[in-house]
C-alpha cells in the first residue's frame, strides 16, 4: 500500500499477507500463499483457535518522514514489527500453553521508515474471545494526527458521557418529584447504563481512570452495560405506551435479558462473548416490537408520535450499525454510533416527556381553577346556609326564652296563693328554670348561637339570683375571656344554680355566709370553677341525696354529679371547696 502521500490518515483496509502460524522472516514464501481483507476475523481459517497468526504489509513510505499506525484495537494479543523491530505489544503469548493472556492498553505507535518500502509483521493470538482478527481498520498517518483524533475523540466520549449521566440523574429526579410515572426512572436508568458502555467502546475513556482494570473486566463492563439497557429500556417502553404494549412479550424480553447478563457476570469471556450473535437476534426483533408500537401510537395520533417514531429509527440505524460493524458484515463508518444515535434518541424523549408534564400541567391547572371555582360557589352557598341556620337557631333561641319567660311569669303567680314550704320549692323551681333561660338571654345578645363566655353568663346569672335572694352574697372573679359550647354552658348554670339552692337551704344566715366564685383557665383547653361558701360538702357529697323538696330523683347532690358527667367534667370535693374541671373550646 501507498504511504508516501498522507496529509490524512490512511486506512489499511484491504489484502494482507495471512500465514495461520507463526513466520519469523517478512519474505517468507509462506506469506505469499494467501491473503486476507482486512477487517476481518479469521477464525475461519484456523484448526486451533489458540494458535498465533501472522499478517504482514508492504508500505511505500518516504524515508525519515515519521508516522503513526493505529491497529483498532484488535479483540486479542498482539505484537507489531515494523522493519524486523519491535515497536510496540498488547498483552502476552503462551505459545506452549495457547492460553494469551489479553491487555485492555491499545497504543497508538510510532515509527520512522529508514528506507522506500516500510515491512509490516503483526503476530495476533487469542483464546480468551470468541474472535480473532479486526473489528475496525488499522490506520496510519503523519506523527501526531492520529494522537489528535485520539484527543478529540475521548473529548468527545467524555461529553457524551457528562451528557448521559447528567440526563440519567434527571429523569430520576423527576421521577421521585413524582412516582405516579414510572417512565422518567426507566429511561434515566437506561441513559446511566449507556453512560458506562461508554466509557467501555470506542478510546475506552475508562482506562484513563482505571489504568489497572484488566481486559477480563473491561470486556464485562462493555457487555453487561450493553446487556442491562435493554431490559431496562423495555420497562421504559411499557412505561411510556401502555396501551400499546403487551405484559406478556415484555416479560419475555425480560427474561431473555437476564439470561444474558447472568451469562455476562458468571460464565467466561469465551462463552459470554459468543452469545452476542444471539443478543443481536433478540435487539433487532425488540426493535420491530417498538416500531408496532410507535406505529400504533402514529395512528392514534398521540401527542410527540411522529418525533418518538423519526427519533427511535435514527436510534435503531445506529443500533443496526454497530451490530453490523462488529460482526465485519457492513460498515458505513469505521466507529461505534450507538451512544450517539442514543443522543439524538435521548433529546427527542427529553422533547416528548417535557410535552406530556407540560400538558399535565395545563391539565391540573385546568382542574384546579375549576376546582377553585366550584369550591368558591359551595363556600358561598355553606356560607347562606350557615347564615339561615344561625338566624334559624337564634329565632328558637329568643322564643325559647320567651317560652321561659313565660314559665317562669306562672311561677309567680302559683306563689302568691302557696303556703311557705311551697313558695320554697317554688323559687328554687324558677331559680333552675331561670339559669337556662338567662343562657338564652345571653345567646340573643351575641353574634354566635353555638357558643358562650362562661364568665358573662354567671354574671346575668347571678343577677337573677340576686332578684331572687336579695340577700345572697356572691363575689365572682374571673381574670380572663373562658368559652364554652351551649351545651356544656346549660349543664354548667344547673350546676352552679343547684349549689346556690343548696346553700340557701342549709345557710344558717345568708348576709354571713358570703360565697366566693372563681373561674380560671388551667392547662389541656381545661378550667376550673372554683367553689366556696364556707361549708364542708364531702360529706353531703358522698352521700348524694336521692330525694329533696320536690321529691324527685335526679336534684340535689345527685344532680350536680350528673350534669358534671354530663359535660365530661371532674368534680372534686375538699374540706373548705369545690372543684369542677371542665373542657373549654375556642370563640366562633
Request: with cysteine.
Amino acid at each position: 500500500m501507498d504511504a508516501t502521500r498522507l496529509d490524512q490518515p490512511l486506512s489499511l483496509r484491504g489484502e494482507w499477507s495471512f500465514a495461520p502460524h507463526i513466520v519469523n522472516q517478512f519474505d517468507d514464501p509462506i506469506l505469499d500463499k494467501t491473503v486476507v481483507k482486512i477487517p476481518e476475523y479469521i477464525e475461519k481459517h484456523l484448526i486451533d483457535p489458540h494458535q498465533i497468526v501472522t499478517f504482514a504489509l508492504l508500505l511505500k513510505t518516504v524515508p525519515n518522514q515519521p508516522l503513526s499506525i493505529n491497529l483498532k484495537q484488535p479483540y486479542t494479543v498482539w505484537k507489531l514489527y515494523i522493519d524486523g523491530k519491535l515497536i510496540g505489544s498488547s498483552g502476552t503469548f503462551h505459545p506452549k500453553s495457547g492460553l494469551h493472556k489479553a491487555s485492555p492498553s491499545y497504543p497508538i505507535l510510532q515509527f520512522t521508515p529508514t528506507s522506500e518500502h516500510t515491512e509490516l509483521l503483526l503476530y495476533l493470538g487469542n483464546s480468551e474471545h470468541r474472535h480473532i482478527g479486526f473489528y475496525g481498520t488499522p490506520l496510519i498517518a503523519p506523527a501526531g494526527v492520529l494522537e489528535q483524533i485520539h484527543t478529540d475523540g475521548t473529548v468527545i466520549e467524555k461529553i457524551v458521557f457528562v451528557m448521559l449521566t447528567l440526563f440519567g440523574i434527571y429523569h430520576i429526579g423527576i421521577f421521585l418529584a413524582w412516582r405516579k410515572d414510572q417512565a422518567p426512572l426507566w429511561f434515566g436508568v437506561v441513559c446511566l447504563s449507556l453512560a458506562i458502555r461508554t466509557t467501555t467502546t470506542g478510546e475506552k475513556i475508562i482506562l484513563e481512570y482505571f489504568p489497572d482494570l484488566s481486559w477480563e473486566m473491561l470486556n464485562r463492563f462493555e457487555y453487561a452495560s450493553g446487556y442491562l439497557a435493554l431490559p431496562f429500556f423495555i420497562k421504559y417502553i411499557g412505561a411510556l405506551y401502555a396501551k400499546h404494549s403487551f405484559k406478556r412479550v415484555e416479560q419475555f424480553y425480560m427474561v431473555v435479558s437476564i439470561i444474558f447478563i447472568a451469562l455476562v457476570l458468571f460464565s467466561s469471556t469465551l462463552i459470554f462473548t459468543a452469545s452476542l450473535a444471539y443478543y443481536n437476534i433478540v435487539v433487532i426483533t425488540f426493535i420491530l416490537y417498538v416500531v408496532w408500537i410507535l406505529v400504533q401510537s402514529l395512528r392514534t395520533d398521540e401527542e410527540g408520535s411522529i418525533l418518538a417514531f423519526s427519533a427511535f429509527m435514527i436510534f435503531s440505524f445506529t443500533v443496526l450499525h454497530d451490530l453490523l460493524f462488529f460482526e465485519n458484515i457492513l460498515v458505513f463508518l469505521p466507529m461505534d454510533l450507538m451512544p450517539y444515535g442514543f443522543i439524538i434518541y435521548l433529546l427527542a424523549q427529553a422533547i416528548i416527556l417535557l410535552l406530556r408534564y407540560s400538558n399535565a400541567f395545563h391539565l391540573i391547572e385546568h382542574h384546579t381553577n375549576q376546582l377553585e371555582t366550584i369550591v368558591a360557589e359551595r363556600t358561598n352557598d355553606l356560607s347562606e346556609l350557615l347564615k339561615q341556620r344561625e338566624l334559624l337557631l337564634r329565632e328558637l333561641t329568643h322564643r325559647v326564652k320567651n317560652n321561659l319567660q313565660f314559665v317562669i311569669g306562672l311561677l309567680w303567680i302559683q306563689q302568691k296563693e302557696a303556703n311557705s314550704e311551697m313558695k320554697k320549692s317554688l323559687k328554687i323551681l324558677e331559680s333552675q328554670i331561670q339559669s337556662i333561660a338567662t343562657l338564652h338571654e345571653s345567646l340573643c345578645l351575641q353574634n354566635a348561637v353555638s357558643t358562650i363566655e362562661i364568665h358573662e353568663y354567671i354574671e346575668r346569672l347571678l343577677l337573677s339570683l340576686n332578684r331572687l335572694y336579695p340577700d345572697l352574697n356572691i363575689l365572682l372573679e374571673s381574670h380572663e375571656p373562658i368559652f364554652v359550647h351551649t351545651d356544656s354552658a346549660i349543664s354548667l348554670g344547673l350546676i352552679f344554680n343547684e349549689l346556690i339552692t343548696n346553700h340557701i337551704k342549709y345557710a344558717i344566715s345568708l348576709q354571713t355566709s358570703p360565697i366566693h366564685i372563681i373561674i380560671n383557665k388551667a392547662i389541656d383547653e381545661k378550667a376550673i370553677f372554683y367553689y366556696n361558701d364556707g361549708y364542708d360538702h364531702r360529706e353531703a357529697f358522698q352521700k348524694i341525696q336521692n330525694t329533696n323538696s320536690f321529691a324527685l330523683p335526679k336534684l340535689g347532690w345527685e344532680m350536680i354529679k350528673e350534669f358534671a358527667k354530663r359535660i365530661n367534667s371532674e368534680m372534686i370535693v375538699y374540706q373548705d371547696h369545690i372543684e369542677l374541671h371542665f373542657l373549654t373550646c375556642e370563640k366562633h
